[in-house]
């Protein structure tokens, strides 16, 4: 058992860190997080209490239409992540928010030391140099892989009526954004989609399998917006140019509410399909 002083310690030192100190929605997103847990009502940590709590939505609050705390919370997973891999790495004790919950964790580090140091030295070395040979030998093959196998793709955003136009564009430029963190993936930038666009548009339609011959693409994943009362239904595709079939599908539907935790919250939602079609 972790005495409680020593985790509202390790609970100071993230929130004092660079990583937190100008993130003041994911800090007092952690804060709560773990001095409820630290209270006993670790199990009351739900969607819909921290959206009402946390984040000043109201008493309407949906969270099966507003995302932000979903969003929120793959945010300080990340910034934990980021944190503990570095200025945060000698922390004898860490903060951990597990995929799927809201509850935090907490582990505590060095137990080793309690070990004879005479005898667990000379193991330890020989681990190091196991897992630093293990790690460059797929390191290597992996960027073999990756160079072998990488996909340039074309991210195209469409609508239905025009007063979508700022979301769409907004969805597209997430996605064009997530979609670059996989590294098999070569993602068309996109200013230079939208300044191709505009140029195209100049003089007629925009076409998929065009856009992705001029721009060097050799897929493309389109997302079509369509806003219904106070939802809206996003349609996306993944399709090569001039082979006639669809390679991927989804359809999502979402509300109205935060545009662009809207926008973060698919762009990441289909990202991931992405990356499960094509691997990583």
């Known amino acids: 058992?972790?005495?409680?002083?020593?985790?509202?310690?390790?609970?100071?030192?993230?929130?004092?860190?660079?990583?937190?100190?100008?993130?003041?929605?994911?800090?007092?997103?952690?804060?709560?997080?773990?001095?409820?847990?630290?209270?006993?009502?670790?199990?009351?940590?739900?969607?819909?209490?921290?959206?009402?709590?946390?984040?000043?939505?109201?008493?309407?609050?949906?969270?099966?239409?507003?995302?932000?705390?979903?969003?929120?919370?793959?945010?300080?997973?990340?910034?934990?992540?980021?944190?503990y891999d570095g200025p945060g790495r000698a922390d004898p004790i860490r903060i951990v928010l597990r995929k799927g919950g809201y509850t935090p964790t907490f582990e505590q580090l060095g137990l080793e030391r309690n070990a004879d140091p005479g005898r667990a030295r000379p193991l330890r070395w020989i681990w190091i140099l196991v897992v630093l040979v293990a790690t460059f030998g797929v390191g290597m093959l992996a960027l073999r892989q990756s160079a072998a196998r990488s996909v340039s793709i074309l991210v195209i955003p469409t609508l239905e009526q025009p007063e979508d136009l700022s979301f769409a564009d907004g969805l597209g430029q997430a996605l064009a954004g997530e979609l670059s963190r996989n590294k098999r993936l070569r993602v068309v930038a996109w200013p230079r989609f939208a300044d191709y666009r505009r140029s195209v548009e100049e003089s007629g339609s925009l076409s998929n399998e065009k856009a992705a011959k001029d721009l060097g693409a050799e897929t493309v994943l389109t997302v079509n917006v369509r806003q219904r009362g106070q939802k809206r239904d996003v349609f996306a595709v993944l399709m090569r140019p001039g082979h006639g079939y669809k390679d991927w599908f989804k359809e999502y539907e979402r509300g109205t509410g935060d545009e662009f935790a809207v926008q973060r919250e698919l762009a990441e939602s289909i990202a991931e399909e992405i990356r499960r079609k094509i691997g990583e």
């Open 1 to 83: 058992m972790i005495p409680e002083r020593d985790i509202h310690a390790a609970l100071k030192r993230v929130l004092s860190s660079d990583n937190f100190v100008n993130a003041q929605r994911l800090s007092a997103f952690l804060r709560f997080a773990v001095e409820r847990t630290l209270a006993g009502e670790g199990s009351q940590l739900k969607e819909y209490l921290l959206g009402t709590e946390v984040f000043g939505k109201g008493p309407d609050f949906d969270p099966r239409l507003d995302p932000v705390v979903r969003v929120e919370a793959r945010r300080l997973r990340a910034k934990l992540h980021e944190y």
